[in-house]
């Protein structure tokens, strides 16, 4: 499981030197640069600690590659100017982690990777794609801290399949299946103050969800939360900033031009909400049966369901 960065935990160490990266002060790791992109306006440094692997430098770059690739297209450029990424092998396991932390003027993303994994592995795998996103949202207080996980979790496979990494059908079936794990329990405090895990990843994504389908809705179709999304990190709010969830919002409203997200927070801050996602599903045309999804392009949205996942936002 991703474990969000908390610079009050920490004390990073954010320094190449000759392609080497520190990662957190806490750990002994020097981290010996294997390559240096440029994506999306970024320079992102790859480091790998010595250690075995399946897959080649090649296969390793290709992945980080192609993920940044991903969320520099659905964010209209990668969300920080610099970023480094240490690679550290976990001996006899095939799982990826990934913990990403900020720092005025830099950031650092670490990933655990199984020594077991492989290409097609990698190929599958969500996490690289998962911990950048979380370059492109400002550091807020820990009880807001659904609304970076859900963003990453609602954001991730979207912007894989606008760059044809993912099918449509393969994202709504994630969600269908992962967004019941986010809805209010009957003890539920509201998404500031129910910090489990489901509300914390799947809650946060779901608020995402109405959030961008509400948007489309009185946008026409025009705006979707994509699009408030870039307004933030075009105000210069990416994970080197300290900001109130409220500022956020604020921005990505003033950006689309109706008031969603500071609405839906005011409603889900600090009570339960209960989301009929049938309903939803149904006006979304997203046909879910014995494991599949199939789409009913004559739902009232389906153009709004096309929308979020297409190559062009708009």
Not at 17 to 36: E, L, M, Q, R
Not at 168 to 180: D, I, S
Request: contains cysteine; hydrophobic residues 40%; glycine residues 8%.
């Amino acid at each position: 499981m991703h474990i969000m960065r908390r610079r009050s935990v920490l004390i990073l160490c954010l320094a190449f030197f000759i392609g080497a990266a520190c990662a957190a002060a806490d750990d002994d790791d020097t981290v010996p640069g294997i390559a240096s992109l440029k994506v999306g306006g970024a320079v992102i440094d790859v480091g790998l600690k010595p250690g075995q692997l399946a897959v080649s430098h090649a296969e390793l770059v290709h992945w980080i590659d192609t993920a940044a690739h991903s969320v520099s297209h659905y964010y209209g450029r990668f969300p920080v100017p610099h970023v480094s990424i240490a690679v550290l092998p976990r001996p006899r396991s095939g799982r990826t982690s990934g913990t990403t932390y900020g720092e005025h003027n830099d950031a650092l993303i670490r990933i655990t990777l199984g020594s077991t994994a492989t290409a097609a592995d990698l190929k599958d795998d969500w996490v690289m794609t998962h911990e950048m996103t979380h370059l492109a949202f400002p550091q807020v207080a820990e009880e807001h801290h659904w609304i970076e996980e859900g963003l990453a979790t609602y954001v991730e496979p979207i912007a894989r399949a606008q760059v044809g990494e993912l099918t449509p059908e393969y994202v709504w079936q994630e969600t269908v299946e992962g967004m019941p794990k986010g809805l209010p329990a009957p003890d539920d405090e509201g998404l500031d103050h129910t910090h489990t895990w489901g509300r914390t990843y799947w809650g946060g994504a779901l608020f995402c969800l109405l959030a961008d389908v509400e948007i489309r809705e009185r946008t026409h179709n025009r705006y979707g939360l994509q699009d408030a999304l870039r307004g933030i990190l075009a105000a210069g709010g990416n994970i080197e900033q300290d900001w109130p969830i409220t500022q956020s919002f604020a921005i990505a409203d003033k950006t689309v031009g109706v008031t969603v997200l500071e609405d839906l927070y005011a409603e889900m801050k600090d009570k339960p909400v209960p989301i009929d996602l049938d309903a939803l599903w149904k006006k979304l045309g997203v046909v879910y049966k014995d494991g599949q999804v199939t789409f009913d392009d004559k739902a009232p949205e389906a153009d709004i369901r096309r929308s979020i996942t297409a190559s062009d936002s708009k």
